[in-house]
């Protein structure tokens, strides 16, 4: 299956960037990779800090993974 046989109405661009109308059907619910940064932190992003960073990405992945 090459990456042009799956049509999405979403832009490349904007994939996975925010939840969409319904995501909550998923019986997941949606929450900004920021709101589980701070709710795990228990501070705002740095967001010139490489570690902030990283851990951002790391929620995400693991919010995809969920999904």
């Known amino acids: 299956m090459k990456e042009n046989d799956f049509v999405t109405e979403e832009l490349k661009d904007t994939r996975f960037m925010c939840a969409r109308d ?3 059907l998923m019986s997941l ?22 570690k902030d960073m990283y851990t951002l990405m790391y929620i995400r992945a693991a919010s995809l993974d969920a999904m």
């Open 22 to 24: 319904r995501d909550h």
């Open 29 to 50: 619910p949606f929450e900004y990779d920021l709101c589980h940064f701070r709710n795990m932190s228990r501070r705002d992003v740095r967001w010139v800090n490489a």
